[in-house]
């Protein structure tokens, strides 16, 4: 047996290791250890530190043995299987892949992995072979598993200044070379050329083309339509570029049309319905305005100056929202002025947001629509130096590198200026975060007062960030440009706008998912779905990593697959990484990643659930959380919700537990921070599925009586669906995403009767039910909810209900269920399914959507594309 002159093993679960301090590791005269992953071509994938070694070189060896007797003495006999080298880093990091295990020259299935420095010292592990990996700890915020060599790790942050003025410099660069616009990209290269990919018109791509019709580009391609271009910008469907010679062009729906040449042209922005902007070098600024007579006559084109603003060094275009576009400018001094869209920044001054009470109709539940033609000087702002919009809503980065914007009152319709963070660097167009001094990007939501805490991880080490907007595809896609000038793209790609080539198409319209026969109901997570047919045959297809679906070892499957045979399930769930179904019998099984529910097992093959002492009824899931009511109407939680601070991985004996207070259920619902549950007499109880010490006991809630079902949910906030019975519909809680109504307040702090509220499709229009329906059930998501009538009639609360006009998709509807921005459900004895959320290809049509990680952009000679 090999002598091990230090041994220091990670072990696979997350959390159970604590590395050195940089400088405690080299205060030691040798540090080595390493962590290892088998991969599906029985390959490992090892990295670890070798402290001591930096710049120099390490070696893996996989070995097998066993002992033998020899001359009556057992001797170990060792077999060497592969030695593979791998270099340190600076600080002492190394990765390396080894060749495959064969696995039938292993003794007993031990696997040897030593790991010996230059100086022959060595830490070492055995494994049994093939090595069983368990799940990371769940981390008590949803966070990915920290990295336990991340601060070891050569990181692309490293070539990046921390000066904020240095990174808004080149960030400003970059930002009038890229642009992302809806479903289609846009780069200008240090030639001067236009490259573009994505969906686009005709007569940009075709030169010469009068065509109102478009061609999909799947690789980045050079525009010969338009040349000697020195700036180039994009919002929705409309972009727009500016060439050395002040040639101003813009293309849309309706083709390219030239705007003309303006001498002295420094930049130019564009809205979404083609208007846009011209900065001059003189600081003055042009407006064009297009329009024509209808849609076979020419377009007119107006150029105006823009009165009253002198001095200005930037131009900028909000995307379109319900209030229309918004155009800013900021001045050199610091100023910014603003026209067009003025609800939100005029918020505070107008009296009637701060009192709805003699408001009448739509307007009743929105801020108060204030339009400007003549720009007016912002107040309330310290000098700015940078300035944009994300999704409509102006920010700004002062002159000090603070990040400023239109912050959230105790008024719904006010909005004031007001500070979020510190040593700001940078703010893009539409995209949701903001680049720091330390050259990291942190989530802002609009309104917010704060920034994320942690950084995005997806946009570390990137120089400039570009995002799409859209106000109609739900089509989002981001380019970005690494520290090495590499252009990476990730997000939607239905026409080709990541140019990676690779087509992963969305329906735009609903489909049917032929392979489940005969349907009954379907159960979707947020990354898997489950559905059940008629005679209790179960098909799953979605996210497989955590083997949620079968054993087959595949990442994700795209296509329904069947799981149990006809007559095992007569209710299926699917949460977080994990399935659930229960028996006819009663009895609850469960597969995939089962830990945070007290089975600490991952397993591919259902397993016996015994954790609940009786035949179970009924079952609802939430990410990690499982509500299950037994036969007896008692209430049992499985998993929960981890707060900060309250121990809950070691509360693990109330990852399931019996809800107290309640013995006579008749219908759960889980959802973001609670669950609820419906007893015989029509009451309501919840309770928090935070996991904690000792019981949780139920409480009644206010103001809901004769309750026969309910569904939960948490779209910006928790709030409630629930049914009567007289069939009236209710609701309870947040509204402010507007997943319950646009017509009601943004909180109802009581339960309300809203039978008449849901958008109900009839054969003149798409509007307000504004009659008392009696409905049967409902189920809720983060997008709002979908009720159905005792006539299998569907309604919508947030959801798309137009597209469903054609073919009367809504009528006899036997099943309905939300998850995300996603709906299925089943009518005419098929199972039907609309959405845009294909990330792990929960739509069953074959295709994924979403690309998650940044990908290199190829043009079409196969290279990639990159900046200096």
């Known amino acids: 047996m090999r002598k091990w002159l230090t041994l220091f093993v990670l072990f696979c679960l997350a959390g159970t290791a604590v590395l050195p301090s940089a400088a405690a590791a080299a205060d030691q005269e040798d540090w080595l250890e390493f962590h290892e992953v088998q991969n599906a071509d029985k390959s490992l994938t090892i990295e670890g530190l070798a402290i001591g070694s930096e710049g120099k070189e390490v070696t893996i060896t996989l070995s097998t043995g066993d002992f033998e007797t020899v001359n009556n003495r057992k001797v170990y006999k060792e077999i060497l299987l592969s030695e593979t080298r791998a270099a340190v880093n600076n600080k002492g990091y190394f990765i390396l892949v080894t060749p495959p295990v064969d696995e039938t020259k292993l003794k007993n299935h031990d696997l040897s992995i030593v790991l010996q420095n230059d100086q022959g010292k060595q830490a070492g592990n055995m494994r049994k072979f093939p090595i069983q990996v368990p799940a990371p700890n769940p981390d008590l915020f949803d966070k990915e598993p920290v990295d336990q060599y991340a601060k070891y790790k050569d990181h692309p942050l490293d070539a990046v200044s921390y000066d904020p003025q240095v990174l808004a410099m080149e960030g400003n660069r970059l930002a009038a070379r890229i642009a992302a616009g809806d479903q289609a990209s846009y780069v200008v290269d240090s030639a001067g050329t236009l490259w573009a990919w994505g969906h686009l018109p005709s007569s940009l791509t075709e030169p010469g083309s009068k065509s109102s019709d478009s061609t999909v580009w799947r690789l980045a391609k050079p525009v010969t339509s338009v040349k000697n271009v020195i700036q180039v910008a994009a919002n929705g469907g409309a972009g727009a570029a500016l060439t050395a010679e002040g040639m101003i062009w813009e293309w849309d729906y309706r083709g390219l049309t030239r705007i003309g040449k303006v001498a002295d042209a420094a930049a130019v922005t564009v809205a979404n319905d083609g208007n846009g902007l011209i900065l001059k070098k003189d600081g003055t600024v042009y407006t064009w305005t297009m329009s024509a007579a209808n849609e076979k006559a020419a377009l007119s084109i107006k150029l105006a100056k823009a009165a009253g603003l002198q001095q200005i060094v930037k131009i900028s275009a909000g995307s379109h929202s319900l209030y229309g576009n918004t155009f800013m400018a900021l001045q050199r001094n610091g100023q910014v002025w603003a026209w067009g869209n003025m609800s939100i920044i005029s918020s505070a001054k107008q009296a009637s947001n701060k009192d709805r009470s003699n408001q009448s109709g739509l307007s009743k539940y929105m801020f108060e629509i204030v339009q400007t033609k003549i720009p007016e000087l912002l107040s309330g702002i310290p000098a700015v130096r940078d300035m944009a919009f994300i999704e409509g809503y102006p920010v700004f980065i002062t002159q000090n590198n603070e990040f400023w914007s239109y912050l959230d009152t105790?008024?719904?319709?006010?909005?004031?200026?007001?500070?979020?963070?510190?040593?700001?660097a940078n703010v893009y167009n539409n995209v949701p975060y903001i680049q720091k001094k330390n050259g990291q990007y942190y989530r802002w939501y609009q309104g917010y007062s704060t920034l994320a805490d942690e950084p995005e991880t997806l946009l570390q080490g990137m120089k400039m960030v570009a995002a799409s907007s859209s106000s109609t595809s739900n089509a989002g896609h981001m380019l970005g440009v690494q520290s090495d000038g590499t252009l990476m793209a990730w997000?939607?790609?239905?026409?080709?706008?990541?140019?990676?080539s690779a087509a992963v198409p969305i329906p735009s319209r609903p489909s049917v998912i032929a392979s489940v026969a005969q349907p009954l109901s379907v159960s979707a997570g947020e990354n898997h779905v489950l559905a059940l047919n008629q005679k209790g045959a179960l098909y799953g297809w979605g996210s497989n990593a955590n083997q949620e679906i079968d054993g087959s070892g595949k990442p994700e499957i795209l296509s329904p697959v069947r799981i149990a045979t006809e007559g095992e399930v007569k209710k299926a769930a699917a949460g977080r990484g994990f399935s659930l179904y229960i028996t006819n019998e009663g009895e609850l099984y469960g597969w995939g990643d089962l830990q945070w529910l007290g089975m600490k097992v991952k397993t591919a093959a259902p397993v016996r659930i015994s954790l609940v002492p009786e035949a179970v009824r009924d079952i609802d899931v939430t990410d990690r959380s499982a509500a299950v009511l037994t036969t007896t109407g008692k209430v049992y939680q499985l998993g929960g919700v981890a707060w900060a601070g309250v121990n809950a991985e070691v509360y693990v004996h109330n990852h399931y537990r019996q809800i107290s207070g309640i013995s006579d259920a008749v219908n759960v619902s889980?959802?973001?921070?609670?669950?609820?549950a419906v007893k015989k007499d029509g009451s309501v109880m919840f309770w928090s599925n935070a996991i904690v010490e000792g019981k949780t006991t139920a409480k009644t809630m206010a103001g809901l009586k004769n309750i026969t079902a309910l569904s939960a949910a948490r779209a910006n906030g928790e709030f409630l669906t629930a049914i009567d019975r007289q069939g009236g519909l209710w609701a309870w809680g947040d509204n402010s995403a507007r997943q319950i109504s646009y017509r009601m307040t943004q909180q109802l702090p009581s339960p309300m009767n809203i039978t008449e509220k849901p958008i109900r499709i009839t054969a003149n229009e798409v509007t307000e039910a504004r009659t008392k329906l009696s409905f049967r059930s409902v189920t809720a998501s983060s997008n709002g909810a979908l009720a159905l009538t005792t006539s299998n009639e569907m309604l919508f609360m947030g959801y798309t209900a137009s597209l469903l006009r054609e073919g009367g998709l809504y009528?006899?509807?036997?099943?309905?269920?939300?998850?995300?921005?996603?709906?299925?459900?089943?009518?005419g004895g098929k199972l039907y399914v609309y959405g845009y959320d294909n990330k792990s290809g929960q739509l069953g049509?074959?295709?994924?959507?979403?690309?998650?990680?940044?990908?290199?952009?190829?043009?079409v000679k196969g290279t990639p594309m990159t900046f200096k």
Not at 491 to 500: D, E, T, V, Y
Not at 670 to 676: L, N, V
């Open 811 to 827: 009528r006899n509807v036997t099943f309905a269920e939300a998850q995300g921005s996603n709906m299925y459900w089943i009518t």
């Open 670 to 676: 889980m959802s973001g921070t609670r669950g609820y």
């Open 491 to 500: 997000g939607a790609n239905r026409s080709g706008q990541l140019g990676i």
């Open 845 to 859: 049509n074959g295709s994924k959507v979403q690309v998650d990680r940044p990908q290199r952009v190829l043009t």
């Open 410 to 424: 105790g008024s719904t319709f006010v909005k004031k200026p007001g500070k979020v963070s510190g040593d700001a």
